[in-house]
């Protein structure tokens, strides 16, 4: 007997950038490798969403932010019991070195330099996300 698969999500990611292109780009992107997405533009909102929502499987998130940083909300992050061990794909631009070293000691899991390579953003989000 055949059985029909609908494609069952396979997490449930937040990207937080303020370039609107961007966001639009990583979220089809992920959409077309079966992962959901929220979108949210500023540090704050990420936040924000990351303290009312557990369900999250990763961020990925920028550090230039106006407002509250990427790097702000790892600090955010690391105060939410609850979200302690969440997988978190920091963005930077070339040149942003300083930046990687915090958002390292920070607990980002990995960085993804801009503009990026699709496939080895998604190969990296299913390796971090045991979902290969
Ligand atoms: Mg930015």
């Known amino acids: 007997m055949e059985s029909v698969e609908t494609p069952a999500s396979r997490g449930r990611i937040l990207v937080a950038d303020d370039e609107p292109h961007i966001r639009?780009?990583?979220?089809?992107?992920?959409e077309e490798a079966s992962f959901e997405v929220d979108q949210v533009a500023t540090g704050t909102a990420a936040l924000a969403h990351l303290e009312a929502d557990t369900e999250y499987d990763l961020v990925l998130m920028d550090i230039m932010m106006p407002g509250a940083t990427g790097l702000d909300v790892l600090r955010g992050l690391r105060e939410?019991?609850?979200?302690?061990?969440l997988p978190v794909?920091?963005?930077t631009a070339k040149g942003q070195d300083a930046d990687r070293e915090i958002a390292l000691s920070l607990g980002a899991s990995d960085f993804v330099t801009k503009p990026f390579s699709p496939k080895?953003?998604?190969a990296r989000i299913e390796e971090i996300l045991n979902v290969a």
């Open 80 to 85: 939410l019991d609850h979200r302690g061990s």
């Open 24 to 30: 639009r780009i990583l979220a089809t992107l992920l």
């Open 120 to 122: 080895k953003l998604i």
């Open 89 to 91: 794909i920091i963005l």
